[in-house]
């Protein structure tokens, strides 16, 4: 199983944004998929997941700014990221997990992918 994130960049306060999170070697429709950061010098945080069947759920401080979302046919998990900020600089990684509930605990999911980087600047 694969998951290989993309579409990180630099960018200014106020732009947006959209990674993307190609998954293979298993279909992850059914499934519950995840995104989180690590900000330099922090410990990795929960940002946004979503599941089968019920609403997606955000963390607090990207709430209203960030969009999680899903292909099931092509198995691609995606992340949109509006009315960036400073704050939000960080590497993204995507993740899945075997289960179809939602979790915002990092050590729930059994899928990772590599990183990608964004940063924002003021």
């Known amino acids: 199983v694969q998951l290989q994130a993309s579409g990180g960049g630099s960018v200014q306060a106020g732009d947006s944004l959209r990674l993307s999170c190609a998954a293979s070697?298993?279909?992850?429709?059914?499934?519950?998929m995840g995104w989180f950061r690590q900000a330099p010098g922090k410990e990795r945080e929960f940002v946004a997941t979503?599941?089968?069947?019920?609403?997606?759920t955000y963390a607090e401080s990207v709430k209203g700014r960030f969009t999680i979302s899903r292909d099931i046919r092509k198995n691609t998990l995606y992340l949109q990221m509006n009315s960036l900020k400073p704050e939000d600089t960080a590497i993204y990684s995507c993740?899945?997990?075997?289960?179809?509930?939602?979790?915002?605990?990092?050590?729930?999911?059994?899928?990772w992918g590599q990183g990608t980087k964004v940063t924002v600047s003021s």
């Open positions: 070697g298993r279909s992850f429709g059914a499934n519950a």
């Open positions: 979503i599941g089968w069947g019920g609403p997606p």
């Open positions: 993740a899945g997990r075997r289960s179809a509930a939602i979790s915002i605990d990092a050590k729930s999911y059994d899928y």
